[in-house]
């Protein structure tokens, strides 16, 4: 029965804990992690495989994989925790708004819904030729992307909600509606945001990287998993180190936040479970 | 009718069902013995969480598994040990020898089917029929359980009928394959009374006509009144009182069937307060020590404690598991539920 | 349907006005002059005011003409149409994949809850939901084409023009990528569903009649999750259509996909447009037939 899985984490939904600490660390001090700077292109020893001095080896334009690696870590965990502050910010919002005061409803609905029937990854796109490249317009292209998502499940949850007995109560006793909103709704949601918010970080990431791949995400001069594999494609053949490193680490942090974000909705209240769609 | 013979359909011995739990095992099911002769109709009582459920789905070999299991005891059924047979052996016996019918009518039938395929279902599962003389059959039972229009009912589904028009469908299914014996469930728990009575009736006529037996489950003593030739009192996982039914209304002998018996809002005379058992039943995985009802019993001693009593035989087929039964003989104030 | 199909034209029409950058500049080049670009301007109306060029658009649209494209100077339709056959061959072709994959191994799974099988499922499905799609595309392409040569790298050359059916092999590798993570999600979702309605009434029901565990699990426990797998998979539909920019990329099919992209890159409005609009009408079919097919999986549906 369910309630001994939840007593204690997989062992391996662990190691995906780890793996996201591991990273947090790489991030926060690539500089002093990685072993050269990650721009810094030294042709003579371009294309070697890995080795006691470039631990992941170099790429076409002699620069060190493993430090570039490193200071992706970076871009890639900046660029998803931005598309989830952004997506969950503003879906909470309107999701909010809509689910609790009826009036506006259709109209923000219908919106969302209209969104929803593009493609997440090419409305990506066309917001992106319009804002230009560059992290934060990426963010924001992504984040819109996530966005409805969001709006969908908050205005679900909204819905819900409001028909608590608790709220009814609260609601005749005469408590104002924004504290209503604060104090009761929002803090049930937590549990249930907080899974989605694990599962968009997962997502986003491997969309941020597509973006990157296609030449239309962060511009070049960042490092980033997903302009490396871009780049690297030519050399599939001859040199396929270019892809393996940044591309396992994509897979294993997508991995990790999958896998915490599993166990994390096991421990939840099974009801909200049936709300958390697309995942 | 044929005459009763000696040996009882169905005898339980000893049954134990274990759950793990989060302190070790919890047993739902703990040392039961029942009996059911032939035609016969035992009603088994018991508040909710007393076992008796997981007693009948022992029966059924439908114990929720994984985790659930019986771990101790025989079943005895036509000289065959149910507890010992394999899932294969126990699905030929489901549905053709043994049938059993639930609480929620409402929820008991798969929506997206019609009445008709589902008794058809069941009949064919049996390899009994061809699907022409299934389909006859189930036509055949909807007009026994008296629903009007059988073929065209047949092709209904099951939301465009009333709870008690599914429960009907529910008996008619179960006993398309005339089985020996009917599990019920407490099956009229979830309908208005005035459809309680007719579901009973109904199941009453259907039984005389072909010597079923009836093991009857229920928390409504005045169902067990009514239906039940003999009645078992259940109380965390345990019987603490089995007798005929006359006999355990008119002398009820253990505290807990007394406290039922009195907590039966009575229509005649002044009823000052209702009359509740103290205390709430107990989890499985805190049972106190010794006789398991004795934190509610108004006549507990410290021996209570010490031992749990065993069934003491207090008169022919009366059988009583308290300490203190024969200091308890004297017969109800105003001669119980009846 | 369709006034929210308009909604989305019109918020399709001015997201894309709003891309900086001007299609008659781009198509000259560097070297026109002022006096050429406005020419060119005027002569594709892309001087009028933006409401103007909505409207004209709109009506043609409604007689079925979705304008001329700028870069291929062909009917908008048509060059749509161009494209499409590898993307529905494309798209059909990663269903059936993903339907046969996913359904079973998810219904499996739910049957064997918590067996060694099931995490192995599970694990399987989470990790090929975590791979980026071109990089499996590219891990396939090394494997499969380069070195043991069985498949070949990219593009697809047309079936209906050759009559070759052989050219399917081109969108063998394709298809698995695009098939992995979204059998993944279907594993997860057939397995979910399933477990939730084994807790059913009618399954202990079933049961108790006496059917085989085989019975109960397919006629009665997966006949009811149906609706969540056809809705699911009606999506999953969807996404496939158009979202498959990557693998386009990776394996360079002529495609829709890639099609939309490289017309963003050269402000092909019309173009855009077009497939904008045709890519949403095709999602509210979709969604209409899902709802259709729920009546037909659910009396309780149909009779309200």
């Known amino acids: 029965m ?31 992690i990685a072993t050269f700077d990650p721009q810094e292109m030294n042709p003579v020893d371009k294309l070697r495989s890995p080795d006691g001095t470039y631990y992941f080896g170099t790429d076409n334009f002699g620069r060190d994989i493993f430090s570039r690696v490193v200071f992706g870590a970076r871009t890639s965990l900046t660029g998803s925790a931005g598309v989830i502050l952004f997506s969950l910010s503003i879906g909470v919002l309107i999701g909010v708004s809509s689910g609790y005061f009826r009036r506006i409803e259709p ?67 005469g408590v104002k509606q924004k504290w209503i909103i604060l104090k009761h709704i929002l803090p049930n949601m937590m549990s249930p945001l907080i899974v989605q918010a694990t599962f968009t970080f997962a997502f986003s990431l491997l969309d941020m990287a597509a973006l990157d791949f296609l030449g239309l995400g962060i511009p070049p001069s960042i490092p980033s998993w997903g302009n490396m594999l871009s780049e690297g494609r030519m050399y599939l053949t001859r040199a396929p180190w270019l892809l393996i490193f940044p591309g396992a680490c994509i897979v294993l942090t997508v991995l990790s936040f999958n896998l915490v974000g599993d166990v994390l909705r096991d421990r939840l209240d099974p009801h909200f479970r049936r709300d958390i769609e697309g995942v | 009718m044929l005459p009763k013979t000696n040996t009882p359909l169905l005898e339980i011995r000893d049954l134990r069902v274990s759950f793990p739990s989060a302190s070790g095992h919890i047993f739902p099911v703990d040392g039961v013995s029942l009996s059911i002769a032939r035609g016969e109709t035992l009603g088994l009582v018991g508040e909710s969480g007393s076992g008796k459920s997981m007693t009948s789905l022992a029966v059924m070999g439908l114990v929720p598994r994984p985790h659930g299991k019986i771990c101790g005891g025989g079943i005895s059924f036509k000289g065959r040990n149910l507890a010992e047979l394999s899932n294969e052996e126990m699905m030929n016996i489901r549905g053709k020898d043994i049938s059993m019918i639930f609480q929620e009518p409402m929820t008991s039938l798969n929506p997206v089917y019609t009445v008709g395929d589902q008794i058809v279902e069941g009949i064919l599962a049996h390899g009994a029929m061809s699907r022409r003389e299934a389909r ?120 807990y069937t007394r406290g039922l018996l009195d907590s039966i809002p009575r229509m005649e005379g002044r009823v000052k307060h209702l009359r509740a058992i103290p205390g709430m039943v107990p989890s499985l995985e805190t049972l106190p020590s010794g006789c398991k009802f004795r934190n509610r019993c108004v006549y507990a001693e410290d021996l209570c404690g010490a031992a749990e009593p065993p069934l003491h035989e207090a008169g022919p087929g009366h059988f009583v598991r308290c300490r203190r039964w024969h200091e308890l003989r004297a017969p109800m104030e105003g001669g119980g539920a009846k | 349907m369709i006034p929210s199909l308009l909604l989305a034209s019109i918020i399709v029409f001015s997201f894309i006005h709003l891309i900086p ?52 100077h062909q009917p908008v339709l048509h060059v749509i149409l161009d494209r499409a056959e590898t993307s529905v061959l494309i798209a059909v072709f990663s269903m059936m994949l993903i339907i046969l994959v996913g359904v ?42 380069v070195m043991l040569r069985w498949l070949p790298t990219s593009g697809f050359p047309s079936i209906l023009e050759s009559g070759d059916w052989t050219n399917l092999r081109y969108l063998v590798l394709p298809c698995i990528t695009l098939a992995a993570p979204n059998s993944a999600l279907i594993i997860r979702l057939t397995r979910s569903s399933m477990l939730d309605v084994a807790k059913a009434d009618y399954v202990k029901t079933a049961r108790a009649k006496g059917l085989s565990e085989g019975a109960v699990n397919i006629r009665h426990i997966f006949r009811n999750s149906l609706i969540s797998v056809v809705s699911a998979l009606g999506f999953t539909f969807v996404a496939l259509m158009a979202g498959t920019v990557v693998t386009e990329t990776v394996f360079s099919l002529p495609g829709i996909g890639r099609l939309v992209v490289e017309s963003v890159l050269r402000r092909d409005y019309p173009t855009i447009q077009g497939i904008i609009l045709i890519i949403a009408f095709l999602y509210m079919v979709i969604n209409l037939l899902v709802d259709l097919s729920f009546a037909l999986l659910d009396p309780r549906i149909r009779y309200s």
């Open chain 1, 107 to 173: 109209y923000l609905m219908r919106l969302i819904d209209v969104l929803m029937a593009f493609p997440p990854l090419l409305l990506a796109l066309v917001l992106v030729s319009i804002l230009g490249r560059g992290m934060g317009n990426v963010i924001i292209a992504v984040g819109a992307t996530y966005l409805t998502r969001t709006t969908r499940i908050v205005y679900g949850l909204t819905l819900k909600l409001r028909e608590e007995p608790y709220i009814e109560a609260a609601i005749s006793s």
């Open chain 3, 21 to 72: 950058g001007d299609p008659a500049q781009i198509m000259l080049g560097d070297q026109a002059t002022p006096e050429q670009v406005q020419g060119l301007r005027e002569a594709m109306g892309l001087d009028r005011p933006l409401y103007v060029q909505y409207g004209r658009w709109l009506s043609g649209v409604v007689r079925g003409d979705f304008g001329t494209s700028i870069f291929f």
């Open chain 2, 136 to 255: 006859d059959r189930a036509v055949e039972m909807l007009a026994k359980v008296g629903i009007p229009g059988p073929e065209k009912r047949v092709d209904s589904y099951p939301h465009l009928l009333s709870g008690g028009m599914r429960q009907r469908v529910m008996i008619a299914m179960a006993l398309s394959l005339d089985p020996e014996l009917l599990i019920a469930d407490e099956p009229t728990t979830a309908l208005d009374v005035t459809i309680q009575a007719q579901i009973l009736d109904l199941m009453e006529g259907l039984k005389k006509e072909r010597t079923m037996s009836v093991l009857l489950i229920t928390h409504n003593l005045g169902i067990v009144a009514e239906s039940a030739q003999r009645v078992a009192v259940m109380y965390a996982g345990r019987i603490l009182e089995h007798a005929s039914t006359e006999e355990l209304f008119r002398t009820p002998l253990h505290p």
């Open chain 1, 2 to 32: 369910k309630f001994f899985s939840a007593f204690y984490k997989r062992k391996i939904a662990l190691g995906g804990l780890l793996f996201i600490v591991l990273l947090l660390l790489f991030a926060l001090f690539s500089p002093y």
């Open chain 3, 104 to 145: 079973p191994i998810g219904i499996l799974s739910a049957v064997r809850y918590n067996s060694r099988l099931d995490q192995l499922f599970s694990g399987l499905s989470m990790l090929f939901a975590s791979v980026p799609t071109f990089w499996l595309g590219l891990n396939l392409m090394l494997l499969f084409s």
